[in-house]
């Protein structure tokens, strides 16, 4: 009976089911989404009252024209040239919100416009402003066109000091709002620090209305698109920039579509993700770019129990022909992952400046599990930090029982597992770390499967808790000679073909009682002056080689 209920907990009963319906998707066999339909009638904003001169409030009159729109069967409202400011904006089923290439809607600073409204952040039901664009339960829904909407986003953010240059500090300081008693941080209002200081703020407490939260009400930063539980959705051509908190945020959503998309938001912008896709089926995300604040393209599932309990991976998801700028990670999965991901494909991306390449991470306590990932031909530079990561100790200190007796954790339902990743054709030119595969005591990653790539960085691979890890023509230019690959407590490791560029004092540092097998094939380590070192009670039987 523990055994049935401990493989229920990992999931692993689901597995071998997993890794077969898998199978039904290939890189010549990938995911479609749907894409809508719309009638050919259009129905301009002017002729509902809209007026572009900046100034007046088209709130009423653009959300006129889209209720008529859906209302008389769906259509096209227009958006033709000229500078549109207005407050929120609800889409509604068969209608296709077309913004003109010389158009730009300016969502208004206004925050008494946004209504406080029970929405979701972060994977947990929250407290948020009402979102400058959102529909919910909608269906055959678009925003097409080249022009812009811009979400007013450097009124709601807080800023750090050390994010911004002394003038523009200065300004913001003159502006108004409030400075930290440090000096180290600006504050929109007396409102937001309030919310900022209040325990669990965001959180929906039982017994509380919305009522309750009202003089917190600048803290509760909207996402700039949020579009919840809708079918046949189709973002084309658009930019979407400045956003408040998330730019674009699609939650529990089923056949979405984002083609030639462009996201801009500021570096320092807090929280400024270029597209979170939490929970969603039948995914495409084609030919756009992303400038973020924080992680670029993002695969959520819900946080925790939360995210447990709606219990919807994000799954059947293709990413392909994109460009990420600065961001914290370029493709992102996590961390708030704890509804599950998998049959995600990603390919033909270039990631430039991003403080991460591929970047996949998770926590004690999420739960879910991440499987059958593909990802190929990936070009990066100027990485911040490493080209490649997969971490299960998100925002928490990793800590090392080298040395020492291991006591480690029960595996639970909060235990998170990443497993199944297939990644090759990579080229980085420039990062501080190749790879980094962390893995937890009681739950390894396993399975991960990395093949034909070229890295240039400071530091080369560490491999931790990690099962089932193959490695297999990697060429790897370390500028630091201390070491090439460093294992910890990991086993069943391939080496194949692995060619160091630059000299190196070490090829493989072997570490822990817990490390496992290691084969080494095809690999000429004449560029290292030694060839593996076995330290911390880890058996130097463990390794075979093949030349």
């Not at 599950?340 to 033909?348: E, L, M, P, S």
Request: proline share 3%; charged share 20%.
């Amino acid at each position: 009976m523990k055994k049935i209920l401990l493989a229920a907990i990992l999931g692993l009963g689901l597995y071998n089911a997993s890794a077969q319906t898998a199978a039904k998707y290939s890189w010549s066999n990938l995911p479609k989404a749907k894409l809508p339909v719309f009638k050919k009638d259009t129905f301009n904003i002017v002729k509902y009252g809209a007026v572009a001169d900046g100034l007046t409030l088209n709130t009423k009159s653009i959300n006129a024209a889209i209720a008529a729109c859906s209302e008389k069967g769906g259509g096209v409202v227009l958006v033709p040239q000229g500078l549109w400011l207005t407050g929120p904006i609800v889409l509604k089923s068969n209608v296709n919100l077309h913004v003109s290439r010389a158009a730009m809607v300016q969502f208004t600073d206004d925050k008494n416009q946004y209504a406080l409204v029970e929405g979701n952040f972060e994977g947990h039901p929250a407290v948020r402003n009402e979102s400058p664009i959102s529909a919910t339960n909608a269906q055959n829904i678009a925003i097409t066109g080249d022009g812009i909407f811009d979400g007013h986003g450097e009124v709601w953010r807080a800023v750090g000091k050390d994010r911004v240059i002394e003038s523009e500090w200065k300004q913001l300081v003159a502006s108004g709002g409030v400075v930290s008693a440090d000096g180290k941080t600006w504050y929109p209002s007396a409102s937001y620090v309030k919310g900022n200081t209040t325990k669990d703020a965001t959180l929906i407490q039982p017994g509380k209305s919305l009522a309750d939260y009202a003089d917190m009400k600048d803290f509760f930063r909207p996402n700039m698109v949020v579009f919840t539980s809708c079918k046949n959705v189709l973002l084309q051509g658009t930019t979407f920039q400045n956003s408040p908190a998330w730019n674009l945020h699609m939650l529990m959503c089923e056949d979405l579509t984002l083609k030639d998309v462009h996201v801009r938001n500021p570096w320092n912008a807090q929280n400024g993700d270029g597209i979170d896709v939490e929970s969603c089926k039948n995914v495409l995300i084609e030919g756009s770019t992303f400038d973020a604040g924080d992680d670029g393209i993002c695969v959520k599932s819900g946080r925790d129990a939360d995210g447990r309990k709606r219990g919807k991976p994000t799954e059947n998801m293709v990413v392909r022909n994109d460009v990420v700028y600065r961001a914290h990670g370029g493709f992102v999965i996590g961390s708030e992952m704890s509804g599950g991901a998998r049959n995600i494909f990603v390919t033909d991306c270039t990631f430039i400046g991003t403080d991460i390449g591929l970047r996949f991470k998770t926590v004690r306590g999420r739960g879910g599990i991440v499987e059958n990932i593909y990802i190929k031909n990936i070009s990066m530079r100027d990485i911040v930090h490493e080209a490649i990561l997969f971490d299960m100790y998100y925002m928490t200190k990793a800590t090392s029982a080298l040395g020492q007796k291991a006591d480690i954790p029960a595996v639970n339902e909060g235990t998170p597992q990443f497993r199944d990743f297939y990644v090759s054709n990579v080229s980085c030119d420039g990062a501080e770390k190749a790879m980094l595969v962390r893995g937890l005591p009681e739950m390894s990653i396993k399975g991960i499967h990395l093949e034909n790539m070229t890295i240039k960085a400071d530091k080369g691979v560490d491999i931790i808790e990690g099962n089932g890890i193959s490695l297999k023509n990697i060429a790897l230019a370390i500028k630091d000679q201390k070491q090439l690959i460093y294992s910890e407590n990991s086993g069943n490791i391939t080496l194949d073909n692995i060619k160091s560029i630059n000299p190196t004092n070490l090829f493989l540092s072997v570490n822990g009682d817990r490390s496992g097998k290691i084969e080494l094939l095809h690999t000429n380590i004449t560029n290292a002056k030694n060839k593996a070192e076995f330290n911390y009670d880890a058996d130097k039987k463990l390794l075979t080689e093949v030349k």
